[in-house]
Structure formats: structure tokens, C-alpha cells
Nanobody, 114 residues
């Protein structure tokens, strides 16, 4: 069973930046398309960024140009660099395998507020 551990969240002012990290167990990590998701209060979980094993990336329109997803296969880690944060980015952020999702981790809270 793959385990996912997210970290790096916090409280930032609008316009600020954060970098989230997700460590995933499992020997096939390098082959997996990994995604960062977020869930705001009262809303459904949404996929905001994904990256294939080969490094091809895709972003939701709401974060395009502000967020950057990357991965380090040697460390079984996927990152999400978030710049230009807005209050509407406030949510719990999770990572998971996009096409073969595992149990969700605890996520990491991101709060954007002045």
C-alpha cells in the first residue's frame, strides 16, 4: 500500500509563495503520473497540477502561470511551487497517483490571508 505524506503548508499573505512536498512510498513511483489536489471548505476536491513519469506537466486554468509541479524520482518526491498566492487558493492540499489513486494522506493546509 502506497503511503503519501504531504508537508510545506502554512499561512501566507496574498502574493506570497510556498513550496509543498509529497513523499510517496512504492517502487513504481517513477512510472506514476502524480497530481496535486486541493479541497477548500464546502467544495469538492480538485486536481490542480499533474506530472507524468517523464516530466510532462498539466495545470488547472486557475493556477496556470503561478504554480509549478516537479518531481525527484530518486527521492520519491513530488513538489508544488506556488507563487502569487490568492485567498481563493486557501485549501488542504493533497498528492496522489492520478490514474491509480491510493488512500489519501492527511494533506497540508494552505491559508492565504492578509
Amino acid at each position: 500500500q502506497v503511503q503519501l505524506v504531504e508537508s510545506g503548508g502554512g499561512v501566507v499573505q496574498p502574493g506570497g509563495s510556498l513550496r509543498l512536498s509529497c513523499i510517496a512510498s512504492g517502487s513504481i513511483f517513477s512510472l506514476a503520473t502524480m497530481g496535486w489536489y486541493r479541497q477548500a471548505p464546502g467544495k469538492q476536491r480538485e486536481l490542480v497540477a499533474s506530472i507524468t513519469g517523464g516530466g510532462y506537466t498539466n495545470y488547472a486554468d486557475s493556477v496556470k502561470g503561478r504554480f509549478t509541479i516537479s518531481r525527484d524520482n530518486a527521492e520519491n518526491t513530488v513538489y508544488l511551487r506556488m507563487n502569487g498566492l490568492k485567498p481563493e487558493d486557501t485549501a488542504v492540499y493533497y498528492c496522489n497517483n492520478v490514474y491509480s489513486p491510493s488512500h489519501w494522506g492527511q494533506g497540508t493546509q494552505v491559508t492565504v490571508s492578509s
